[in-house]
């Protein structure tokens, strides 16, 4: 039996679900360069600049998002909070995948993935900049000191 310490709980399992997004992610990538027989780049092969794309766009948000979410839980904040973030992030992750994947216009999917996936941001934003100035301004001597 695996005893997860109930401070890392909720990201942990948020963290292990877009890990399978990011793996699938670069399988597709993988199997687009296979399939085009394209090394580098992109060699002029539109699917495989989508699966790219799908992949990049994915790691350029999720890890700082993921990270902000374990800074919130080890710092206490509220299982509600988290879940929402989490279930933004992973959603909007896969709205925003298929969306890129399935057209190279815009879409449903890239547009609402994307408004998820920045909702959960700043979200994690805010909190992590309200939480860290009131516990910096409660700690002994106050900001400076």
Known sequence: MVVMPPSVAIVTFYAGLNAVIAFVLAALVIRQ?????????????????????AHGNFVEYVPLILLLMLLLELGGLGALWLHLMGVALTLGRLL???GLSTTHRGSFGRSAGIALTWLAMLAAIVLCIVRGAVALAGAQGGIIG
Not at 37 to 51: D, S
């Open 33 to 53: 360069r296979q399939k085009t027989r394209t090394v580098f780049g992109t060699g002029g092969h539109l699917p495989l600049e989508q699966a790219i794309r």
């Open 96 to 98: 925003h995948a298929w």
